[in-house]
């Protein structure tokens, strides 16, 4: 059984926003494979599936992105899942072009306050994660205000590209394993803003 996280946080206010691409992602891949992410349950949106042939559970936190290890650790307690292996968490990156996904088996948090927590309850690194950039800030930017906001136009565009590439790469991680999906993923974006 894989348990699938997206990061985001909760709230009309932060849908869309850079911060919420893991929630988008878990959008895409429930609409996919026809689950609905709306069980209220381990301080997250959770749904029940089957992703190619696997058991899969997909969940979005609803404790805020700085306190997304709460529920994963309540997730993965239940389910019994081994989170080095089926622990998939899908997360935006502002050191990765607008667009670019990179695929991990493990590595630190990159100063992401949802890996950051999440490391901190799991008590280690290893588990495999799926990040999706949303480019770096610009100068003079305050962080949180960067990763809060909107993207624009055209950097939107590249991002509901990415978000279903996104989603086709954990399928792929499910189905043939996290290399196969790197080999595939793990590619410099094409398209420059």
Known sequence: MYIIVGLGNPGRQYQNTR????FDV???????NHIAVEEKKYKALI????IGTHKAILVKPQTYMNLSG???REVIDFYKADEKSELIVIVDDVSLDVGQ???RKRGSAGGHNGLKNIIQHLGHDEFQRVKIGVGC???GYDLV???LGHFSGEEREIMDESVNRAAQAVEVMITQGADAAMNLFNKKNEQKL
Do not use: M, Q
């Open 70 to 72: 709460e529920s994963v």
């Open 19 to 22: 911060h919420n691409t893991g």
């Open 137 to 139: 800030k610009p100068d």
């Open 145 to 147: 205000d960067y990763v």
């Open 47 to 50: 749904g029940k599936g089957i």
């Open 101 to 103: 996904i990179r695929i």
């Open 26 to 32: 878990i959008d895409v891949i429930a609409g996919k």
